[in-house]
């Protein structure tokens, strides 16, 4: 049973890219990631523990590191979170990876209703 609802999930995602303002970019600032520079942290990649962390995760979607967790491709710890905490929620990880990937971030508070509405979730306190 993963250790977030959909509820909480979608508040930590939202009260964190408001809170950072930017995207998680490679260095040169062309790619996204998971974990970006100066601390930064994507949608997902900002509910994912540092002690779990791990560079072979970046370059990958939702989808397909759900794929790869299904077949054991990550350490046993990893691979469990993925798929125990964050796969019962991929539809809505999916849409908040790609609101961060190609959402310009000055609409990212004109565009995260959207994403609550869409998954039937209450708007946080940071967006009402």
Same mark, same amino acid.
């Given at each position: 049973m993963s250790q977030f609802t959909a509820q909480s999930l979608f508040d930590t995602i939202a009260a964190h890219l408001l809170s950072q303002g930017k995207k998680a970019l490679t260095s040169d600032g062309t790619v996204c990631r998971y974990? /970006?520079? %100066? /601390?930064?942290? *994507? %949608? $997902? /990649? *900002? $509910?994912i523990p540092n002690k779990l962390?791990? #560079?072979d995760l970046e370059g990958e979607s939702v989808g397909s590191m759900l794929t790869h967790?299904?077949? /054991?491709t990550f350490s046993a710890p990893l691979n469990a979170f993925l798929l125990n905490d964050l796969g019962p929620h991929r539809d809505l990880l999916r849409e908040l990876q790609y609101l961060h990937d190609e959402i310009s971030v000055d609409l990212w508070k004109e565009e995260l209703p959207h994403v609550a509405v869409?998954? +039937?979730? +209450?708007?946080? #306190? $940071?967006?009402q």
């Open positions: 974990r /970006g520079t %100066a /601390g930064t942290s *994507c %949608a $997902v /990649g *900002c $509910v962390y791990t #560079e967790a299904a077949s /054991g869409q998954f +039937n979730l +209450n708007l946080p #306190e $940071v967006l």
